[in-house]
């Protein structure tokens, strides 16, 4: 039992980064050396599934909890939070378009895909959107819908804030704080969690799958590093004032490498949550800002959505107008925007994005093959970027009050 105690200890004291990177390459050499040990691939499910059914509850209870105390500012921090989103995504799809035009790729057309249904334009997106907003609680938080989540949650909140006694308001608070540190089990596991993801995907596709469709994967990824590494910490530097990069690289480091490997926004909900608590972050701030950003921050996406959109468009030796690049920014963005609230995700997003500018649907099976590893690194992007705009956003602020604060002292 000491031994056990011992080994846990160091466990523990171990960086949860270096735990993580151990875990990556453990599951790697464990794939290459035993691809039929199936069991370990099953920690990966076991810990993306504790991640996806904890995140909905964490969020309802977070919210709801920090407007019963009446402590939750939804004031114009979260306008501007709402802003630099849509700000990013669209820049994202107009960086994803002259990308592809500058290195443009082609392939050979293959077999076409089945057809799946597919969103007759944005009114429809948006309408499921809308829709969303106001979904059974239940089934709301049993599917996964933040944006309905967040909405009953701040119902809930502001109503217990006005008839809640104070030992339920008390009641709420432990309630969050219990389900905060379940979240932090979970994520103190995520080594063991990470080695089962990387042996599936390494056991089932090889390594060989880094290297199919090399070209393309190249620009997708080119583009998203541009995007993260220049184009968001200029824009951050513009409102801040100071290097960005220490709070990009910090956010790539704990929040990107699990997103990479789960690849599932509402997984990373409370790995970015848990960030920011370490930070010392508002919680009023970061408990919307976060799962809002899981819902409508898509940078990825919409560099994913333009670049294929582009790509397949080249493999049809389709000529694209100035026009058709301008709906395709367009369309990237608010497909992208709405691809959580729409059943199918991705693909059938992507395949309204083709519809809008002439090309045939069936294109979709160019890419399909490979849409998992291109899915990786799509929500490595909009994951991190959530993340760094909640801390951008608070220090932003924290800024701010410090200025406030400086002239009241200068004038007394």
Excluded: H
Aim: aromatic share 8%; glycine share 8%.
């Amino acid at each position: 039992m000491k031994t056990l105690k011992a080994v846990v200890a160091k466990y523990n004291q171990t960086s949860l980064i270096l735990r993580i990177l151990i875990g990556l390459a453990v599951g790697s050499v464990l794939a290459l050396v035993a691809p039929g040990a199936g069991w370990v691939g099953e920690l990966g499910s076991l810990f993306v599934g504790a991640l996806k059914g904890i995140a909905p509850v964490l969020v309802f209870v977070i919210v709801a909890s920090a407007l019963a105390q009446g402590s939750s500012k939804l004031d114009r921090r979260f306008g501007t939070v709402i802003w630099l989103y849509m700000l990013t995504t669209f820049l994202a799809a107009a960086i994803a378009v002259i990308t592809s035009f500058m290195f443009p790729v082609k392939v050979v057309l293959a077999d076409a895909a089945q057809s799946d249904v597919i969103p007759q334009g944005l009114g429809e997106v948006l309408s499921t959107l809308l829709t969303n907003f106001v979904a059974n609680p239940v089934s709301a938080l049993m599917n996964g819908n933040y944006i309905g989540i967040l909405f009953w949650a701040c119902m809930f909140g502001i109503a217990m804030k006005n008839i809640g006694a104070e030992s339920t308001k008390v009641f709420l608070a432990n309630t969050a704080d219990a389900v905060s540190q379940i979240v932090r089990w979970i994520i103190n596991l995520a080594p063991f969690g990470i080695m089962g993801l990387v042996y599936t995907n390494v056991s089932g596709n090889g390594l060989a799958i880094f290297t199919q469709y090399g070209k393309l994967l190249a620009l997708l990824v080119g583009t998203m590093l541009f995007m993260a590494l220049i184009v968001s910490p200029f824009i951050m530097f513009i409102y801040l004032r100071r290097n960005p990069y220490p709070l990009v690289f910090r956010c790539l480091k704990e929040s990107g490498l699990t997103a990479f490997f789960t690849r599932s926004s509402a997984a990373n909900i409370p790995v970015n949550m848990a960030l920011c608590e370490k930070l010392g972050l508002d919680k009023d701030m970061y408990s919307v800002s976060i799962p809002l950003g899981a819902t409508i921050n898509m940078d990825g996406t919409a560099i994913y959505q333009a670049v294929a959109t582009i790509f397949i468009a080249a493999c049809y030796n389709i000529d694209l107008t100035l026009a058709d690049m301008a709906m395709v920014v367009l369309t990237a963005t608010l497909a992208s925007v709405g691809t959580a609230g729409v059943s199918g995700a991705g693909m059938i997003m992507l395949a309204m994005v083709l519809t809008s500018i002439g090309i045939p649907v069936e294109g979709i099976a160019i890419i399909a093959g490979v849409d998992k590893l291109f899915d990786m690194g799509r929500t490595t992007l909009n994951i991190t970027g959530d993340a760094t705009c909640a801390i951008w956003i608070s220090k932003l602020e924290r800024a701010k009050k410090a200025r406030m604060e400086a002239r009241a002292n200068a004038k007394a």
